[in-house]
């Protein structure tokens, strides 16, 4: 089972790279191959373990998000607000990483935590419209998308200790509030690496757990596949729902406190631009979420994978290759790991023909 | 009165039609005379509506033939039906919701003015429809803002703007307040005097008697007899409706009965949307080592008070009590941990996750209690052990055993796991409703049998079921229910099905 579920996903890759190259042979047949050759690995080949650092941690708040997209996908529910979620999470590591400097080394590990609880609040809200008032999550949600981006806005810039007016950033966090980077950043080569990968796995390992060990998670899930059955059986649905939507927001916040608390290639740490466009850090865990077929750990691969070609993409650049087609890309994986689920069989059939030949 | 002798307006003949693994309608003949109201008799299941369905095209007939005036007519599909003159209401009515009733009834069939809908002519027609035949609707009200009644009539508008003359009606009633009832047999009488032909679906023996000229009883996918409704009155009707067939009797012990374990006080639930009072003021009780058996006709409040029972509705007035302790106000879990089991309804909707594995379905009563989970783990190890265990004791069969998918078991062996479930949750109460519904004879024996033991070891059993049979076999005392209320009381040695079926239908309260 396991197996099939990998193989289908490795196949959707492969189709959609492919689509992607058709892409790009049709925009420019010249700088396709190279472009793709890049993109595929050839961005490794100089720097590369600096290079590869980043990309580890890239990968972590998409690990993150993608838990918080497929933990709500297990227990039934959509959760397309992790923008919004991440928005809000990264404003409270910020807040607490730039006001909490009385906390000494502890200052990181407090913003964290602040981000999910400011998450997981934010998640709070669509779970209590949609268990007491029927109002559906996706539509909620995105709605609060967009409040969590314009509220932190203007909460940053009504602030002179959080906002860079000349820059339109947030400033520099304090020392103390960055995740410890110690010998990781030595190994490779002074890159963005932190400790905040080790965090992410560690959730995936813990979400693994909740989803699959204990009761609360079984629950969760029996309200997902059938909330009626779980409700005669004795399980408070509302609170299932509810539960479950803090729990995808805290990650998401998580996710929002991995980045902003990151200390960045050239220590100079990673601010946000106050402007009026969402960040694509939690539509990024849709795709991550749905390549990963929602498992804890496919996740972390997919998270890994998606983080992978988003840095080719990122390099492409050089040869005059636009960086949207990444996102081309993506969608035409997950359009094919979509199909690849339901002519999983079929394709299993076609793996097993080839062999005996 | 109408001509005995006149030649019918359709005539269906010999129509059989067979789904998989029941012959739902078995060599029927039926005639519809001019002018004429014909009612449909028949327990559920008895293929009523299967018999309708083939006439208005929605079902094609493994055999027989269809007459209009003598000439053999091919119905395909609905259009072919109303090109025909046949028109249809359906139990549940097919209109859009935000669409005016105007819109509703021209759907489908708009007078156009180039390339636009004339409705001015169109409304004048309907407003004149509606006055010769006496069907008051606002015709630019929008559906969700009118009246259930109301919608009916708008149902009967859009057959007749359609021009039909043949018109089917299925349970009609069934919807409908009182007062309603009382406004629909005057337009039925109407729609009669102003020459139309009427097939009216029904369940209810009262309204037959009201307002039908014949009466076709149907049982078991076969038609009994046609009855000139005169000559006939509702206990002969009943009794030709349920049969005289001797049920299997069974070896039962006498109950030994104790304490009361179970007590319904005034209870009233309101359906939400139409405020109707669906249970209405009920009340009894259920001792130890006693099987109740609650009869009635679909849709008289069984169902919901099951859901009140179990704690899954909430009882607008009126107290719950379970072993003594007043749980009106408790959780589903707080009552299932009292000592309630419940065996319900809906099998694939509430009684099992389709989509899990066996074992986790068996577990699901138990998952929360030691030693199925310690501090919020899940001991999966004890969940396959008490799989494994009930699959055996009660011979559950499946693919891949416990670990089958709970969607892939049939329907008899899903029934058992969930029996197996409640069971083994050894409870002293039992909730049981429609035990046996689309099972085969087989898995029904063996589920009998199983219920009976829960009776010896002193359980509280209410059953509740559409089929008189397995009320007869099983109850110690058997309630009916009638819209919403506990008409009669009785005991099975001292009642017959012809009894009970009349109370059924509301017989004796009219």
Do not use: C
Request: proline share 3%; no cysteine; aromatic share 8%.
């Amino acid at each position: 089972m396991k197996f099939q579920a990998l193989m289908s996903s490795i196949i959707a890759i492969i189709l959609g790279l492919f689509f992607g190259l058709l892409i790009m042979i049709i925009a420019n047949p010249l700088t396709a191959f190279p472009g793709f050759i890049t993109m595929i690995g050839g961005w490794l080949n100089n720097e590369s373990l600096r290079r590869l650092g980043d990309l580890i941690f890239l990968a972590g708040p998409l690990i993150l998000t993608g838990l918080s997209v497929g933990f709500a996908f297990k227990t039934g529910l959509f959760n397309i607000g992790a923008t919004g979620q991440y928005t809000m999470g990264m404003f409270a590591g910020i807040f607490v990483g730039i006001y909490g400097d009385f906390l000494g080394p502890l200052q990181w590990i407090f913003a964290f935590i602040a981000a999910m609880i400011f998450g997981g609040l934010w998640g709070l809200i669509p779970g209590i419209l949609k268990s007491y008032f029927n109002v559906h999550e996706v539509i909620a949600s995105i709605m609060l998308n967009y409040i969590a981006m314009y509220t932190v806005n203007v909460w940053i810039q009504g602030d002179e200790s959080l906002f860079n007016v000349a820059f339109s950033k947030t400033r520099a966090i304090d020392l103390n509030a960055y995740i410890p980077t110690t010998f990781l950043r030595d190994i490779f080569d002074r890159s963005a690496i932190d400790f905040g990968i080790i965090l992410a796995i560690g959730f995936s390992i813990l979400i693994y757990f909740i989803l699959y060990k204990t009761k609360f998670g079984f629950e969760l899930q029996a309200v997902g596949s059938n909330r009626f059955a779980a409700k005669y059986s004795g399980i408070k649905e509302n609170r299932s729902v509810i539960l479950s939507m803090v729990v995808a927001g805290a990650l998401s916040g998580a996710a929002g406190a991995l980045y902003f608390l990151g200390k960045g290639s050239i220590d100079s740490g990673n601010q946000y631009s106050v402007g009026n466009e969402l960040m694509s850090a939690g539509f990024d865990g849709i795709a991550v979420a749905l390549l990963g077929q929602s498992h804890p750990f496919g996740i972390v691969l997919s998270a890994f994978f998606i983080s992978f070609i988003q840095r080719g993409g990122y390099f492409m650049q050089t040869l005059g290759i636009k960086v949207e087609i990444i996102d081309v890309i993506i969608a035409a994986i997950i359009y094919t790991s979509a199909m690849a689920m339901l002519v999983k069989d079929t394709i299993i059939k076609w793996l097993k023909g080839g062999k005996k030949k | 009165m109408i001509d005995q002798t006149l030649e019918p307006i359709i005539s269906m003949v010999n129509i059989t039609k067979i789904f998989p693994g029941i012959v739902a309608n078995d060599q029927i003949n039926l005639d519809l005379k001019k002018g004429e109201i014909h009612a449909l008799l028949g327990e559920n299941g008895a293929g009523k509506s299967t018999l309708m369905s083939v006439l208005f095209g929605l079902y094609t007939p493994e055999s027989g033939q269809i007459k209009k005036y003598g000439s053999v007519i091919k119905i395909k599909d609905p259009n072919d039906a109303n090109r025909y003159g046949i028109g249809m209401v359906h139990q549940h009515f097919k209109l859009v919701e935000v669409f005016t009733v105007l819109d509703n009834i021209l759907l489908g069939n708009e007078p156009m003015q180039g390339p636009f809908i004339d409705r001015k002519i169109a409304k004048k027609e309907i407003i004149q429809l509606s006055n010769q035949y006496k069907l008051s609707i606002d015709v630019d009200a929008k559906i969700e803002d009118i009246s259930v009644g109301m919608q009916q009539r708008v149902e009967i508008l859009k057959m007749l703007y359609r021009k039909n003359d043949i018109l089917i009606f299925d349970e009609p009633t069934a919807v409908l307040t009182p007062q309603e009832i009382e406004e629909l047999m005057k337009i039925l009488r109407n729609l009669k005097k102003e020459g139309k032909s009427i097939l009216f679906i029904s369940h209810k023996l009262n309204e037959i008697m009201a307002v039908s000229d014949r009466v076709t009883v149907l049982r078991k996918g076969k038609s009994v007899g046609t009855l000139w409704t005169k000559e006939t009155n509702p206990s002969a009707l009943s009794n030709l409706m349920v049969g005289r067939d001797i049920s299997f009797e069974i070896n039962k012990s006498s109950a030994k009965i104790g304490e009361t374990s179970l007590e319904i006080k005034d209870i009233t639930y309101l359906s939400p949307r139409t405020k109707k009072a669906v249970v209405n003021h009920l009340s009894f009780s259920i001792r130890k080592g006693e099987i109740v058996g609650l009869a009635g006709i679909e849709g008289n409040g069984q169902s919901e008070l099951a859901h009140l029972i179990a704690g899954l509705l909430q009882p607008h007035s009126g107290k719950i009590f379970l072993k003594g302790k007043d749980v009106t106000h408790q959780s589903v879990r707080y009552r299932n941990d009292l000592g309630l089991a419940h065996i319900p309804e809906d099998r694939h909707k509430y009684g099992l996750i389709l989509d899990n594995p066996l074992y986790q379905n068996l577990v699901l009563k138990k998952y929360h209690r030691s030693p199925f989970q310690k501090n919020g783990i899940i001991q999966k190890r004890k969940w396959l052990q008490l799989g494994n265990a009930l699959i055996q004791k009660f011979d559950v069969r499946s693919g891949k055993g416990i670990h089958s998918l709970t969607r892939s078991l049939s329907g008899g062996n899903q029934q058992k796991a969930i029996i197996a479930r409640e069971i083994d949750s050894n409870a002293d109460v039992m909730l049981a409703v429609q035990l046996t519904r689309g099972l085969d004879v087989g898995a029904i024996e063996y589920i009998h049998s199983q219920i009976l033991t829960q009776r010896e070891q002193g359980k509280a059993i209410l059953l509740v079921s559409l089929e008189l049979e397995e009320i007869l076999k099983l109850s110690d005392r058997i309630l009916v229910i009638f819209e919403g209320k506990i008409v009669a009381e009785l005991l099975p040695k001292e009642t017959s099905k012809e009894a009970i079926g009349l109370f059924m239908s509301g017989g004796k309260a009219s």
